[in-house]
C-alpha cells in the first residue's frame, strides 16, 4: 500500500530556534498534501494544505510566517517552525493525496511528536 | 464551524465482545465520514468510509453506521481481539472539503 514518511519521529528543541519537519510519499506521487497538529486530548487541526509548486493554503489562525511550508515536488513537503515556543510543542502529522485519486484519498504520515523547551 | 464529539473518550473490554463507538457533528452538511485507527508511532489507517448517500458501510468485524440527519455514527466492532487496541478517530468532511476529527476513542481489548 502507499506509505507516507514523515522525519524526525521525535524532535527537542530550545526556544528560539526554527525546526523543519519533513513528510515524503515513498512510493506515489502526491499534488497535494495536508498538514494537521494534535494537541494532547484533542483533535487533529488542519493547520494548511499544500499544493506542488504554489503556495500552501492555511487555515484560520495559523500563522503562515511561523509555520512555513514548502511543497517542491510530487513526493515531499516540509514544515519549518521557525522561533519555535513552548506552546509550538505539539504532534505533527502530515497526509499525502495522490495526484490520481481524489481528496478521500489520502495517506497519513507516521506523526512528528515536537518538544520546545 | 463543524465540531465532531466522540463518546467514550476511553474503553476497555474483555476479548471477545462486542463494542460500538460513538461520533456526533454538529453539521449535517457533510460530503462523508470516515473511522480512522491510529496506532502509536504509526499513521492514520482508513478503517471505513461513508458517503453521505448511504448509511453504512462493512468491512470485516467492523461496521459503520452513518445518521446523517441527526448527525450521528456508530462504528461497531464485533468479536473483539487484543490487536483491536488502538484509538478509532471519526472524520467528517465538510465545509472547504475538509476534514474534520473527533478527538478520539481509546480502546482497549484485554485478553
Known amino acids: 500500500g502507499a506509505v507516507v514518511s514523515q522525519h524526525p519521529s521525535r524532535v527537542i528543541c530550545k526556544s528560539g530556534t526554527s525546526v523543519k519537519i519533513e513528510c515524503r510519499s515513498l512510493d506515489f506521487q502526491a499534488t497535494t498534501m495536508f498538514w494537521y497538529r494534535q494537541f494532547p486530548k484533542q483533535s487533529l487541526m488542519l493547520m494548511a494544505t499544500?499544493?506542488?509548486?504554489?503556495?500552501?493554503?492555511?487555515e484560520q489562525g495559523v500563522e503562515k510566517d511561523k509555520f512555513l511550508i514548502n511543497h517542491a515536488s510530487l513526493t515531499l513537503s516540509t514544515l519549518t517552525v521557525t522561533s519555535a515556543h513552548p506552546e509550538d510543542s505539539s504532534f505533527y502529522i502530515c497526509?499525502?493525496?495522490?495526484?490520481?485519486?481524489?481528496?478521500?484519498?489520502?495517506?497519513f504520515g507516521p506523526g512528528t511528536r515536537l518538544t520546545v523547551l | 464551524k463543524q465540531e465532531v464529539t466522540q463518546i467514550p473518550a476511553a474503553l476497555s473490554v474483555p476479548e471477545g465482545e462486542n463494542l460500538v463507538l460513538n461520533c456526533s457533528f454538529t453539521d449535517s452538511a457533510i460530503y462523508n465520514l470516515q473511522w480512522f485507527r491510529q496506532d502509536p508511532g504509526k499513521g492514520l489507517t482508513s478503517l471505513l468510509l461513508i458517503q453521505s448517500s448511504q448509511r453504512e458501510q462493512t468491512s470485516g468485524r467492523l461496521n459503520a453506521s452513518l445518521d446523517k440527519s441527526s448527525g450521528r455514527s456508530t462504528l461497531y466492532i464485533a468479536a473483539s481481539q487484543p490487536g483491536d487496541s488502538a484509538t478509532y478517530l471519526c472524520?467528517?468532511?465538510?465545509?472547504?472539503?475538509?476534514?474534520?476529527f473527533g478527538t478520539g476513542t481509546r480502546l482497549t481489548v484485554i485478553p
Open positions: 472524520a467528517v468532511r465538510s465545509g472547504a472539503n475538509n476534514l474534520f
Open positions: 497526509s499525502a493525496s495522490p495526484s490520481t485519486g481524489g481528496p478521500d484519498t489520502q495517506y
Open positions: 499544500s499544493n506542488e509548486g504554489s503556495k500552501a493554503t492555511y
